[in-house]
């Protein structure tokens, strides 16, 4: 069982950054992937980026690309979210959530990831 926690969540102006954080609380999930979610007020919870545990493969959502970046310091045990050029419509909270996967694989789809954070919240003001 792995238990993750978000923490780096907060307000800011548009046009502004913020860097989420997420680690397990014990153990390690050096060998899993890592994808960050989010779930905006009224929607659905969607895909925002992922990271395979080798770390060389990345993905995004289209709406974060080129202005989102995740990476992963194993030795830490933490992968991150850099958030630049952040936008009203990014307001929402964000899920970390570990999948065990292949070397190079980058799940997408929640179905696909076997433990969930608790969610931190970011809110992004015009």
């Known amino acids: 069982q792995v238990q993750l926690v978000e923490s780096g969540g907060g307000s800011v102006q548009a046009g502004g950054s913020l860097r989420l954080s997420c680690g397990p609380s014990g153990g390690t999930f050096s060998s899993y992937a890592v994808g960050w979610f989010r779930q905006g007020p009224g929607k659905e919870r969607e895909f925002v980026a992922a990271?395979?545990?080798?770390?060389?493969?990345?993905y995004y959502a289209d709406s974060v690309r080129g202005r989102f970046t995740i990476s992963r310091d194993n030795a830490k045990n933490t992968v991150y979210l850099q958030m630049n050029s952040l936008k009203p419509e990014d307001t929402a909270v964000y899920y970390c959530?570990?999948?065990?996967?292949?070397?190079?694989?980058?799940?997408?789809?929640?179905?696909?990831?076997?433990?969930w954070g608790q969610g931190t919240q970011v809110t992004v003001s015009s």
């Open positions: 990271i395979s545990w080798s770390a060389r493969s990345t």
């Open positions: 959530a570990a999948s065990r996967t292949g070397w190079d694989t980058v799940p997408k789809a929640g179905y696909e990831y076997n433990y």
